[in-house]
């Protein structure tokens, strides 16, 4: 899992609830990616970003925020608006001239 | 959307044997990888192939790219009950306005019996 730690592994929330995942990383990366992978599915992205206090939309942004305000850390919020967000989610981070990602260890988030 | 298509969704072996699963994408791409994913953990890196490469070796695995047809191949040799696992290829787009995204594919579950 390289050098990105993800917290916690696992997360229970009631509905109507926002809960924040961690994800750091002292790879010193610039770009930091949030996939959501759901039972025998592949990725989808959700936001990335590619440089500090920036970032873009992904495939799947509705009911997520997220923020970049340091190069090490990009945390994902995942918003009473969002659906269906039992899934598990990865956070990845790239250095700039690869096309390498590199991967945590997932948060598995179950909402109740 | 997701651009790459696995085939076969899974895949039951023999240590020993070897291993193919196939990949397919729909646009031009600057490179495609394959990614490792060992159950509810994260995806690990194992090849990446550029565009203007036909094919590709590391250990094991050995990775072809075909882009008149759009699809690669992951073939792992001599298969071990360790290399259970999915599979996944993504392919890195050529379009200028942003090479630093990755497209997953839906993966391939490979199950190597002792």
């Known amino acids: 899992d390289g050098g990105i730690t993800q917290s916690p592994k696992y997360l229970f929330r009631k509905e109507g609830q926002n809960v924040t995942l961690s994800c750091e990383q002292n790879l010193n990366h610039d770009a930091m990616y949030w996939y959501r992978q759901d039972p025998g599915q592949g990725l989808r992205l959700i936001y990335y970003?590619?440089?500090?206090?920036?970032?873009q939309k992904g495939d799947i942004a509705e009911g997520y925020s997220v923020s970049r305000e340091k190069k090490e850390s990009f945390p994902l919020t995942v918003t009473s608006a969002q659906k269906n967000p039992t899934a598990f989610y990865l956070c990845?981070?790239?250095?700039?001239?690869?096309?390498?990602?590199?991967f945590g260890p997932g948060t598995r988030l179950t909402v109740l | 959307s997701q651009q790459g298509e696995e085939d076969p969704q899974a895949l039951s072996i023999q240590e020993g044997e070897n291993a193919t699963m196939n990949c397919s994408y729909k646009t031009s791409i600057n490179n495609l990888q394959w990614y490792r994913q060992n159950s509810g953990r994260g995806l690990v890196h194992l090849i990446l192939i550029r565009s203007n490469e036909r094919e590709k070796h590391s250990g094991r695995l050995r990775v072809t790219l075909d882009t008149s047809k759009k699809s690669s191949s992951l073939l792992i040799t001599a298969s071990r009950a360790a290399d259970t696992a999915s599979y996944f290829c993504?392919?890195?787009?050529?379009?200028?306005?942003?090479?630093?995204?990755?497209?997953f594919g839906t993966g391939t579950r490979l199950q190597v019996f002792p």
């Open positions: 993504a392919t890195a787009s050529s379009r200028a306005y942003n090479t630093d995204k990755l497209i």
């Open positions: 990845a981070s790239m250095g700039s001239g690869t096309d390498t990602q590199y």
């Open positions: 970003s590619q440089i500090v206090n920036d970032f």
